[in-house]
């Protein structure tokens, strides 16, 4: 693993504020507490990056279908591929690189520490809300276990309805899914049925989703907030895009707020200047030993 100077993190100003009733979704960074401007992130037109991306979202766009999506569901949801400890899952995120992200190149290993500081420093009495940084995309070990990273990076979407306009790249990559021809899932509500809820919809399969069935499969006592970060926090076309809201029901409003609260971190603390993991360690072990300790199934 390779250990660092002190994050940039450390240095990011931060809005202090205490959410009696869930954080106030109009509340976002200013872009000067940033050492990019934030219209810099999030780029899916230009950068060094762009073909990368742009590939692996043509080859998840294309195969990312309602039968796919089942299929990895009966593959992974059982959690039956393996038993190790969370950390240890945190801590082969050194051997990726994702694909799908225009904003870095460097182990996601790095970015879960760093998200999981910035909640820290803004959030410093939810520890649930610290963990949730440092394991949300811990998921992404699928890729190395054989999966292709466009089945497991990248922003997710609903498969069996109509795919939205605000998907990345929606009007260049989806042309060869067959979903999108087929008139029972490419309507407004497609398969579903109005404010169904999300728990109700099939996510594009992703780290997202397999995550959260590991959680829930394992009775990690994470509460409904941190479930749902870590379930949606891919899923840009509703949380930042409005997209998708008649298919939500009024849990899936009350709990939006916390989806974005969450993107904040995720987003807006990725920086070059990488954390020192080896002295932030014990106290995220301290985390995870009180919320998902021992031997986890995957």
């Excluded at 507490?33 to 219209?39: F, G, I, N, T, V």
């Excluded at 397999?210 to 509460?223: R, S």
Aim: net charge negative; aromatic share 14%.
């Amino acid at each position: 693993m390779r250990v660092l100077g002190l994050s940039a993190i450390m240095k990011t100003c931060f809005i202090s504020n205490v959410y009696p009733q869930g954080p106030d979704p109009s509340l976002v960074y200013r872009p000067e507490c940033h050492e990019k401007d934030q219209s810099e992130f999030r780029n899916f037109e230009t950068g060094d990056l762009f073909d990368r991306v742009f590939h692996t979202y043509k080859l998840m766009h294309t195969h990312q279908t309602l039968d796919f999506v089942k299929q990895k569901h009966q593959e992974w949801a059982s959690c039956t591929h393996f038993s190790r400890t969370m950390m240890r899952s945190v801590d082969s995120l050194d051997e990726l690189v994702d694909e799908s992200d225009p904003d870095v190149d460097f182990p996601n290993s790095f970015h879960a520490f760093q998200t999981a500081e910035g909640i820290r420093k803004e959030h410093p009495d939810k520890d649930w809300f610290q963990l949730i940084g440092l394991i949300h995309d811990v998921g992404k070990i699928m890729a190395l276990y054989g999966e292709p990273q466009w089945a497991v990076v990248g922003d997710t979407f609903p498969v069996g309805c109509r795919f939205q306009n605000s998907i990345v790249f929606r009007n260049s990559t989806f042309e060869g899914n067959p979903d999108g021809k087929n008139p029972k899932l490419n309507s407004e509500f497609g398969m579903y049925e109005p404010q169904c809820g999300l728990d109700n919809v099939l996510m594009s399969w992703g780290h997202d989703e397999y995550l959260y069935q590991v959680m829930k499969f394992n009775q990690c006592k994470i509460p409904e907030e941190g479930l749902y970060m870590i379930r949606f926090h891919s899923f840009y076309p509703w949380h930042s895009n409005g997209d998708y809201m008649h298919l939500c029901n009024e849990k899936d409003n009350q709990m939006l707020p916390w989806v974005k609260e969450f993107n904040k971190f995720d987003l807006y603390t990725k920086s070059e200047d990488l954390p020192d993991v080896e002295a932030l360690k014990p106290y995220y072990q301290g985390l995870i030993d009180k919320f998902c300790p021992g031997l986890l199934s995957w």
